[in-house]
């Protein structure tokens, strides 16, 4: 969304990737392949191969026919033939939904990503879970069918993978020329990882860090009602990355961030000034999370309302987690207000 862009001067360095870019770097061991995506919020995503003789890829675009084609071009246009496994940042179409292709077509052996992305991968959206709980934030009926059918339509740039290896915190990924090392960055999604080379100090981010966008940790409700607190794991993870020694970061759109602190400090000013505006807004008057939305984003397009409402809910839970709202329901629905 366009309200979730980060300053201009926090953007480090150029992008000026196109698909079949093929630029290298860490002296030829990573590889970048850039890839259409064919969403108007986010038009291209990053993959990158990984090795000198033989090859890891990380994330893979989606199962489109033209993406498809232009990854194995790409992949071709770097000597490689066979991928010996294929590393998932997280579960969303962009970043999985070729995987099961490669491994169907023998491109690729083996298919890794976190165990919490498992209801990723196999579409999470419930249409009566979170009908119910959407209804509770006050959003109508007809915004619900609305995501019900982007829901599908975004499934069918997927392929789900049939078999799937977990990776988890910790654990080493060992690549023809290094060693990356898991590091479980919730926010985003439940599972999703940083891939960080320790000895080079450099990092593949997935979505955890973007030069151009405030990633959106996104609304997730499990099968017993409860909700995860994203943006609040979120802004946890960065801290971490905060404290950690990263020469470059490789994101999994736009372009690499070079200093990553700065870009950090900034993340955490735009959601501070974020949650600011909320708690205004509610000092005015009780208002359910819809309310909060129509206030916060005056142009907001019908296909970003779930975006939209996953950051009103985030930026809630940080102002709960600093006692600076309550809540309560009446008929049904839930209400904030100003502590």
């Known amino acids: 969304m366009e309200n979730d862009t980060i300053p201009v001067n926090q953007v480090q360095g150029t992008y000026e990737g196109t698909a079949r870019d093929g630029a290298v770097f860490e002296g030829g061991l990573v590889r970048r392949i850039v890839l259409p995506l064919p969403f108007p919020q986010v038009q291209h995503v990053n993959v990158y191969v990984l ?53 169907k077509d023998g491109v690729a052996d083996k298919v890794y990503v976190h165990e919490r992305e498992l209801g990723n991968l196999g579409n ?68 999703s990882v940083c891939l960080y080379d320790r000895e080079k100090n450099f990092m593949l981010s997935g979505d955890t860090l973007l030069s151009r966008l405030s990633p959106n940790p996104l609304l997730e409700l499990y099968q017993n009602g409860d909700r995860r607190k994203s943006l609040v794991e979120y802004m946890d993870s960065i801290f971490m990355l905060y404290n950690m020694d990263l020469r470059a970061v490789y994101p999994g759109h ?21 949650m600011m505006r909320i708690h205004n807004i509610l000092k005015q008057s009780p208002m ?52």
């Not at 084609?69 to 997280?90: C, F, S």
Request: no cysteine.
């Open 124 to 191: 999470a959206y419930d249409e009566l879970l979170y009908g119910s709980q959407l209804k509770r934030y006050g959003l109508p009926d007809s915004v619900l069918e609305m995501m019900k059918y982007a829901s599908q339509f975004f499934d069918s740039f997927a392929q789900r993978p049939d078999i799937v290896s977990f990776i988890g915190p910790g654990m080493s990924v060992r690549y023809d020329g290094g060693s990356l090392e898991v590091i479980h960055t919730p926010g985003h999604t439940a599972g």
């Open 254 to 274: 736009y372009e690499i961030i070079h200093d990553h602190r700065p870009h950090i400090k900034s993340l955490f000013n735009f959601h501070y000034k974020r």
């Open 51 to 103: 090795g000198r003789d033989s090859f890891i890829l990380v994330d893979t675009g989606t199962s489109s026919q033209d993406s498809y084609d232009m990854l194995l071009e790409g992949l071709r246009a770097g000597g490689v033939r066979h991928l010996d496994a294929i590393y998932l940042t997280h579960g969303h179409i962009d970043h999985f939904g070729a995987a099961d292709r490669l491994v």
């Open 288 to 339: 359910t999370p819809y309310g909060i939305m129509g206030d916060l984003f005056k142009k907001l397009h019908r296909r970003d309302m779930f975006l939209a409402v996953s950051e009103v809910i985030g930026h809630l839970d940080l102002l709960e987690r600093h006692d600076m709202v309550r809540s309560f329901e009446r008929e049904g629905l839930l209400y904030y207000s100003a502590s």
